[in-house]
């Protein structure tokens, strides 16, 4: 019996199961021509009312869908980057996978308190409160060319912050990449009016 994906069930016979298709989890085949941002799920009111959560689990189960957005990532790095920079925590997963392709180091910016050396660190503003990224004080050598990168680009304040941090550390940020874009909320902006080249795959307008 054939099955219908368009529908989410079997064609042609009584069937006790049909489910609702989802095709955001299908295997997508090819690589250059993936529409990734169709594999980025969106959940409403996540975490709080008002917020469209831009879920990239879904591309991550997506074998080409994942891989497309690492080389895609990777081939618009600037040319001489000699250390990847991730932001935790799904800035891990993409950054330790372009760190990968590029054969080049990776630098962990983690939240407040995880890092087990000695750690140098930048406080920055939350729409309430504050919050801070660290590094390892010796995590790189000044002069280095350091790409950042990170799931996601909103306000920018984490990946602004990231970039104060590396550049009192003496690298030199050549790049900042981003799978997603939230261009609405201007922080891609900000990081090119901060003298870093910015490369994002997919916009969504909106928070
Ligand atoms: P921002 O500092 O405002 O640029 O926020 C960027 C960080 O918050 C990234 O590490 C994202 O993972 C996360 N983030 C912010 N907004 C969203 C959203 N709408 N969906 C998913 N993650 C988000």
Do not use: N
């Amino acid at each position: 019996m054939p099955f219908d994906s368009a529908q989410g069930e079997w064609k042609g016979g009584k069937s006790a199961f049909s489910f609702a298709p989802r095709p955001a989890m299908q295997c997508s085949m090819t690589t250059d021509t993936l529409d990734i941002a169709a594999l980025i799920r969106t959940i409403p009111d996540f975490p709080k009312p008002g917020i469209q959560f831009r879920d990239i689990t879904t591309l991550l189960l997506d074998p080409a869908g994942f891989a497309a957005s690492v080389e895609r990532l990777a081939e618009a790095a600037p040319t001489g980057v000699d250390l990847i920079a991730g932001i935790e925590a799904r800035g891990f997963i993409f950054s330790s996978a372009i760190a990968h392709q590029l054969a080049r180091g990776l630098l962990l910016i983690r939240k407040t308190g995880k890092l087990p050396g000695v750690t140098v660190g930048v406080d920055y503003a939350l729409e309430y409160g504050t919050d801070r990224v660290e590094m390892h004080a010796d995590a790189c050598v000044p002069g280095q060319k350091v790409l950042l990168v990170d799931d996601l680009i909103a306000t920018g304040g984490t990946a602004l912050a990231a970039v104060r941090l590396l550049r009192e550390a003496g690298a030199e940020v050549v790049g900042a990449a981003f799978v997603i874009d939230l261009p609405d909320l201007g922080g891609a902006d900000l990081l090119r009016a901060e003298g870093v080249a910015v490369t994002t795959l997919v916009s969504f307008g909106g928070h």
